[in-house]
């Protein structure tokens, strides 16, 4: 089992741990001297016992928010889920087309029958 040197606050412990782990621990490690280094910063030198406690008591607040803004992303996106998955199930939105009478056809057609007659007879008169 590989022990590791960490560094907390200014200070060094050796910790063992899982072969492969040795990274995920430093991670650790340096996410409790972070805050550390914060409290100490604003106190000073404080006993070992209580650094660790305060430090690692502002990181579980920490992740109590993340944990919280977690799950209101989580509400969201089921919601959207949901949504999505109700549109699915919907199927195409059906939208209407208004049918053209024949009667309005039928005129239009006389219509353009008239216009090119008169075309024409415009291009008659102009030839002739």
Do not use: W, Y
Not at 51 to 61: E, P, V
Not at 86 to 106: F, Q, S
């Amino acid at each position: 089992m590989p022990e590791v040197e960490i560094h907390i606050g200014g200070r060094t412990f050796e910790v063992a741990c899982q072969e492969g782990e040795q990274h995920f621990l430093q991670s650790a490690a340096k996410m409790l001297d972070d805050e550390a280094q914060v409290l100490t910063t604003q106190i000073g030198r404080i006993p070992e016992a209580r650094m660790l406690l305060m430090a690692g008591l502002m990181l579980a607040d920490k992740t109590a928010g993340l944990e919280d803004r977690l799950r209101d992303l989580q509400s969201k996106m089921d919601a959207q889920t949901a949504e999505l998955e109700a549109l699915k199930t919907a199927g195409p939105e059906k939208v209407e087309v208004a049918v053209i009478p024949r009667e309005v056809n039928d005129t239009l057609a006389e219509l353009a029958a008239r216009a090119e007659a008169l075309a024409e007879t415009v291009e008659e008169k102009v030839a002739g």
